[in-house]
């Protein structure tokens, strides 16, 4: 009886430590952006106050994502500073004209239709509610894959537990719900799914 149990035990701690620990390493690959970018090195020297200086929404309210080539070009034209990040920015995107093919932490499924001009133009909520500290990056993070769905680990989160999320960390449905009766905002499943 007593090895019975020490068996069954061992076979949950084993269980436990593949679906917690080496699931997740297994699922997710890391990968690199295309440049090496700071926040916090632009918002200080280029003046940029709000992630909109950047990031804007179209004239139809729909959201514009990661900035066209022409608006860092705008100030990198050519080559301002020493870094080797800037230097691959300038010769192998701006003066080529390619736009920078930057991963999209926050690439939502297919299925899911946001729009950013509802939550910031009419409900007044700040970029970092959902995305975080951005703008106070001094580096970029690590882009997690998930080697299955083919988005990135941000949508999830990083903590499987979900216990002690902070602002940012994931955009599943439910951290959406969430929000929405925090606000006391009721939307129906067509609302947010096409």
């Known amino acids: 009886m007593r090895r019975g149990s ?19 390493r297994a699922l997710y690959v890391q990968r690199q952006q295309p ?15 709000e992630c909109r200086d950047c990031h804007a929404l179209r004239d139809d309210g729909t959201f514009a994502g990661i900035p066209a080539m022409e608006k860092c070009s705008g100030c990198h034209s ?10 691959t920015l300038v010769d192998a995107y701006i003066k080529t004209g390619h736009e920078t093919p930057w991963l999209v932490y926050a690439r939502q499924p ?10 910031v133009r009419r409900a007044g909520l700040k970029c970092t509610e959902c995305h975080g500290n951005y703008g106070e990056s001094d580096q970029l993070k690590v ?6 769905s083919g988005y990135s680990r941000d949508i999830w989160g990083h903590s499987l537990t979900r ?18 009766r925090k606000h006391k905002v009721e939307v129906g499943c067509l609302g947010c799914h096409k």
């Open 110 to 119: 297919a299925n899911v239709w946001f729009s950013h001009a509802i939550h």
């Open 78 to 87: 050519e080559r301002i500073g020493e870094s080797k990040a800037e230097a």
């Open 6 to 24: 020490l068996v069954f035990a061992l076979g949950v701690a084993v269980a436990l430590f593949a679906g917690w620990v080496a699931l997740p």
């Open 143 to 148: 882009y997690e894959l998930n080697r299955i």
């Open 35 to 49: 440049v090496e970018f700071h926040h916090k090195l632009h918002a200080e020297k280029s003046g940029v106050a």
């Open 163 to 180: 216990l002690h999320r902070s602002p940012g960390d994931g955009m599943k449905m439910s951290d959406c719900e969430d929000c929405h």
